[in-house]
């Protein structure tokens, strides 16, 4: 389960760390040995008689229920009413050692983030904002899930998401820096404007590389002076922000991210190729896109954007030469209240659970690769878009604009599996 980047196995050094499927009927373990080691002993083997490798493992392992302990803290808001609002800064806190930029990097700067706002505030240098400010530390999706449908209260409470995991990558993870924009399934104006402060570190950030001067060079005395050059991107999948953005939740998410980085989930992931001026530019921007959303307007869905507010990612659908819905097209379903997040989080899958138990085959939409999306995508964004509106044929339309062109069928096919195990009913 480990990602594959151009680097990837070019280090023999590197120790990476990666999991053997949670629900195996087969229990086992298993070692991870670095490349060098590997190949060292693939030629010992192959000596022949007289070299062998001994193992001696006594592994001490089961599947038990527990508890999680999640950090969370708040900046209690100042407004009467909008103060049991919240907008919220996460993270991921529960990798391997050493885990610098997965994920201490996220969780530190949420961390300072809340130090210093904390601070502005203590100093009146900073008005306290409306809305309350939540920080929150949990074991990264699972944590999520666990939080958001444990106490449903915090998923009623926060209205917007600023979601950090590997925020601080030097020039030697070879990381490009993103902002990524939620799924289509739910537009929101948080991911514009946190775009627009992105930009904005981008341009002073290079204006101070190229020239040496700038407004705001935002340079950590012990970091690099490289420009940020943040990248807006489209949504992609794999953290926290799914579980937030899942139509049951439906709460905006800006995720920050860093990809690739060639030492994820490896002993190599340290502190030493953590670059200090990246990690005091990231919070920044993020704070003040937050800050800001913290002190304006009060509805679920926040207000429209002012006008002349240049919207930089162009979401228009063109809609006038669609095929019109027929047969299978007109289907409509309504997503169920529960079970509430994706479907498939780290280690578990419901819907391959539960269509196992009733009988119901794989369908075929889980397996295709669209021009700019897998099967789990498509079955993310299907799921998400069934709101008891929208009918088959707007969903295949819908999701064909975001991942690539995909047969009305394979929609519809899932559509009926996932009413089948029970997630989503037909409106008539
Ligand atoms: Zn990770």
């Given at each position: 389960q480990n990602q594959k980047t151009a680097?990837?196995?070019?280090?023999?050094n590197l120790i990476r760390w990666g999991h053997l499927e949670t629900f195996s009927p087969n229990k086992t373990f298993a070692f991870m040995v670095s490349l060098k080691r590997a190949r060292a002993m693939k030629d010992w083997l192959g000596r022949g008689k007289g070299h062998g490798i001994r193992l001696h493992a006594v592994v001490k392992a089961g599947q038990h229920p527990g508890a999680y302990d999640v950090v969370t803290a708040t900046i209690p808001g100042a407004d009467a009413k909008l103060k049991d609002e919240e907008i919220a800064f996460s993270c991921h806190l529960d990798h391997q050692r050493p885990g610098a930029n997965d994920n201490a990097s996220g969780c530190a700067t949420i961390l300072e983030v809340a130090r210093t706002v904390q601070k502005l505030i203590s100093e009146g240098k900073l008005a306290r904002p409306a809305r309350t400010i939540r920080f929150i530390f949990p074991p990264e999706i699972e944590g999520t899930m666990a939080q958001l449908n444990g106490k449903p209260e915090f998923a009623k409470r926060i209205k917007a998401v600023v979601h950090m995991d590997m925020v601080g990558g030097g020039p030697e993870t070879k990381a490009v820096f993103h902002a990524t924009r939620g799924p289509m399934s739910l537009p929101s104006f948080v991911h514009d404007v946190a775009w627009a402060f992105a930009d904005w570190v981008n341009d002073e950030s290079y204006q101070f590389a190229a020239t040496g001067k700038a407004h705001y060079p935002m340079v950590a005395p012990e970091g690099g002076k490289e420009p940020l050059r943040a990248e807006y991107s489209a949504y992609t999948m794999g953290s926290d922000h799914d579980v937030y953005q899942d139509s049951s939740f439906g709460i905006p998410a800006i995720y920050l991210n860093d990809w690739p980085d060639q030492y994820i989930h490896t002993n190599f992931d340290t502190a030493a190729n953590i670059d200090p001026t990246k990690l005091k530019r990231a919070p920044l921007r993020r704070n003040e896109a937050e800050y800001d959303g913290g002190i304006s307007n009060s509805e679920r869905q926040f207000s429209p954007p002012p006008p002349g507010f240049q919207v930089p990612y162009d979401r228009r659908l063109n809609t006038s030469n669609r095929p019109k819905a027929a047969g299978d097209g007109l289907l409509t379903y309504s997503r169920k209240?529960?079970?509430?997040?994706?479907?498939?989080?780290f280690g578990y899958d419901y819907f391959a659970v539960h269509a196992k138990a009733a009988g119901v085959g794989t369908p075929k939409l889980l397996s295709y690769e669209g021009l700019w999306g897998g099967g789990e995508e498509y079955a993310y964004e299907v799921l998400n878009f069934a709101d008891g509106k929208r009918n088959a044929q707007e969903i295949r339309d819908a999701v064909s604009a975001e991942y690539g062109p995909v047969a009305l069928e394979m929609v519809v096919e899932y559509l009926k599996a996932l009413e089948k195990i029970g997630l989503v009913e037909q409106v008539k």
């Open positions: 680097w990837w196995g070019e280090d023999e209240n529960e079970p509430r997040g994706p479907l498939a989080v």
